[in-house]
Nanobody, 115 residues
């Protein structure tokens, strides 16, 4: 069983730059994909950023240029650096890890952007 634990969410002012962390119980090396999704109230869960493998990175159009996904293999941790936050970034952010076609999710961390 793979366990993912997110941290770093909370109340952030517009323009803020929080960093989310996701610690996984399985090494990032074995992942097919690691990524971050988010779900706002009344909306479907959407992809925010992902690391399909190697140095490749994928971002949603709404966050490209503001968010950065990265990983630390030694710590089995994936990060999401969020900059220039907007109220529309308010959502529950979920960490995702795909291993051999099986998908695993963290419990989610709430990010609320408000003054």
């Amino acid at each position: 069983q793979v366990q993912l634990v997110e941290s770093g969410g909370g109340l952030v002012q517009p323009g803020g730059s929080p960093k989310l962390s996701c610690a996984t119980s399985r090494t990032i090396f074995v992942s097919n994909v690691m990524g971050w999704y988010r779900q706002a109230p009344g909306k479907q869960r959407e992809l925010v950023a992902s690391m399909p493998g190697g140095s490749s990175r994928t971002y949603a159009d709404s966050v490209r240029g503001r968010f950065t996904i990265s990983g630390d293999n030694a710590k089995n941790t994936v990060y999401l650096q969020m900059n220039s936050l907007k109220p529309e970034d308010t959502a529950v952010y979920y960490c995702h890890q795909s291993i051999s076609g099986r998908n695993y999710w963290g419990q989610g961390t709430q990010v609320t952007v408000s003054s």
